[in-house]
């Protein structure tokens, strides 16, 4: 079992960045994907990126691309979301999740949760 705590949010203006940490709990940390998604009032939770155990491979959704880096040090338990050229839509609540391989962006299919940090972008 993981267990996973959110930090690093807040408010900034566009073009601003912002990096998000989640430090996580359990021994069998470095055996996960992790990965961030984010969910704004009224809508979805949305996939933003994820990373593969080893850290060789890392995915992110369109929007994200060019503009966010996720990476993590499994021996630190740490995973990390730097969120550069941010924009007004990027205003979420972020969560960190940790999921079992391969690699999915789809929510229900993670395992553990982090309570989220919220991530405010003015113009």
């Known amino acids: 079992q993981v267990q996973l705590v959110e930090s690093g949010g807040g408010l900034v203006q566009a073009g601003g960045s912002l990096r998000l940490s989640c430090a996580a709990s359990?021994?069998?940390?470095?055996?996960?994907?992790m990965g961030w998604f984010r969910q704004a009032p009224g809508k979805e939770r949305e996939f933003v990126a994820a990373?593969?155990?080893?850290?060789?491979?890392?995915y992110y959704t369109d929007s994200a691309k060019g503009r966010f880096t996720i990476s993590r040090d499994n021996a630190k338990k740490m995973v990390y979301l730097q969120m550069n050229g941010l924009k007004p839509e990027d205003t979420a609540v972020y969560y960190c999740?940790?999921?079992?391989?391969?690699?999915?962006?789809?929510?229900?299919?993670?395992?553990?949760w982090g309570q989220g940090t919220q991530v405010t972008v003015s113009s």
């Open positions: 999740a940790a999921g079992r391989n391969p690699v999915t962006m789809t929510p229900y299919e993670y395992d553990s």
């Open positions: 359990g021994r069998t940390f470095s055996w996960y994907v």
């Open positions: 990373i593969t155990w080893n850290g060789g491979s890392t």
